[in-house]
């Protein structure tokens, strides 16, 4: 088996070309389905968001499947037109950046919250199409658990972790501040939601606009006025900041509908595909952004520190992946291995639990502490035997250990 990810360099694409190659959620079954069919392809996880394109793709060794044409035939492209766009990666580098992913290392605003969620709901959603397998599964779950624990352990931050944290930011450099001016917020998805949620602390007199159409129950932060979706533009001209983060394949903004106003508007559009026309831009008064106005690009001596301890935390957590990777045609075997090892060590200090002055639950604790560190040591050993040996010798000498165990166990329990 191989991991191939084929995606768009966020570095180089700018927004439209991300929107070309973007993948809404309405499209993602057809998608799901038309790569699956591929020959040699086995799973596929697809990560779409505002600001990067990734096909995951889990597939037989040397399979000879292309995931730029692949892709681009789906999408109906011209692939030498955007071949100057794509990256291509391919096993230990491909497992590398999505442990990096996930920690928010490759994001254009480095340490960002954002992502650990999308990596996760991009599994989540492959899984609604039945189109992970093990590998997959395994990866994108042990690179989630990487950056969670990166987020943990660790100070990325500028006190800052979102675009529209940013977005305020670049206002305030700029003697604009969100306090107190009324702002309205389209949208009522996770970005849209965050949006809301950070004008408010900022202390913006915040409104949202509500679908009356929508289906599911729609959370709306405490704080916030509603006003429906189609009254959105008799609210507009009452408005000193807009921001518009939908998933809609249509402007929620356009230029001929716009009404007129008499006092300066900012416009944030954190969508992909764009959700304000960008004529809208062009009128007076009105300020328009989209997400690429507010790179951040601050490396403190104290991000720098806490940068390599994340390396650090990735490192120890791709060597768990590339432990089960490497051992998966063996793991049934190695799994017995160290149950059997727990169980072995168990036994043999059953007497001194016996004679300790703790209590049952001390001592029930204590037991299984022993055991489990019992099992991560017979596991440790198998893998570091596993990188100075061969295939044929590494499966000759856990036969080995299994016979061992096997026969040590009828002598015992004769």
């Not at 499947?65 to 011209?78: H, M, N, R, T």
């Not at 037109?81 to 290392?105: M, P, S, T």
């Not at 060590?345 to 639990?353: E, H, K, Q, S």
Request: charged fraction near 30%; charge should be negative; hydrophobic fraction near 40%.
């Amino acid at each position: 088996m191989s991991i191939i990810m084929f995606g768009i360099d966020h570095t180089k694409a700018n927004i439209d070309e991300r929107s070309i190659f973007s993948f809404p959620a309405k499209s993602m079954s057809q998608a799901y389905s038309r790569f699956l069919n591929e020959d040699g392809v086995s799973g596929c996880v697809i990560i779409s968001t505002c600001n990067r394109m990734e096909l995951w793709l889990s597939t037989e060794e040397d399979s000879g499947v292309d995931a730029p044409a692949l892709v681009c035939d789906y999408l109906g492209l011209d692939q030498e037109d955007y071949e100057y766009l794509f990256i291509e990666r391919k096993r230990r580098d491909a497992v590398d950046h999505l442990f990096r992913l996930a920690a928010g290392l490759e994001s254009k605003i480095v340490g960002e919250d954002q992502i650990i969620t999308q990596v996760g709901d991009a599994l989540s959603v492959a899984r609604s199409y039945f189109a992970t397998d093990k590998p997959l599964e395994v990866l994108f779950r042990t690179a989630v658990t990487a950056g969670k624990k990166v987020k943990t352990n660790t100070d990325l931050s500028f006190a800052d972790h979102s675009v529209i944290h940013a977005a305020i930011s670049y206002l305030a450099e700029r003697n604009i501040s969100v306090a107190g001016k009324k702002c309205l917020v389209i949208g009522n998805g996770m970005m849209g939601k965050l949006s809301a949620k950070t004008l408010l602390e900022n202390n913006a007199d915040v409104t949202v606009t509500v679908r009356k159409y929508h289906h599911n129950v729609v959370e709306v932060p405490d704080g916030c006025r509603v006003i429906d979706y189609s009254d959105r533009y008799e609210y507009l001209p009452e408005c000193d900041l807009i921001v518009s983060a939908t998933s809609s394949q249509n402007y929620t903004i356009s230029k001929e509908e716009l009404p007129a106003v008499d006092h300066e508007i900012h416009m944030i559009d954190l969508a992909i595909p764009r959700d304000i026309d960008r004529a809208v831009g062009e009128i007076s008064g009105i300020n328009l952004y989209d997400i690429d106005s507010f790179n951040v690009d601050i490396m403190s001596d104290k991000l720098k520190l806490n940068l390599k301890k994340a390396e650090y935390i990735l490192e120890e957590e791709k060597k768990e992946f590339y432990d089960w990777w490497e051992g998966r045609d063996y793991m049934p075997l190695i799994q017995r291995l160290k149950k059997d090892t727990g169980a072995d060590v168990d036994v043999r200090l059953t007497p001194v639990y016996k004679k300790l002055p703790l209590d049952d639950e001390d001592k029930d604790m204590l037991r299984s502490e022993i055991r489990k560190s019992s099992e991560r040591m017979m596991n440790h050993l198998i893998f570091e035997l596993k990188g100075i040996m061969d295939d044929d010798s590494f499966k000759e000498m856990l036969d080995a250990m299994n016979q061992v165990m096997s026969d040590k166990g009828g002598r015992d329990g004769a």
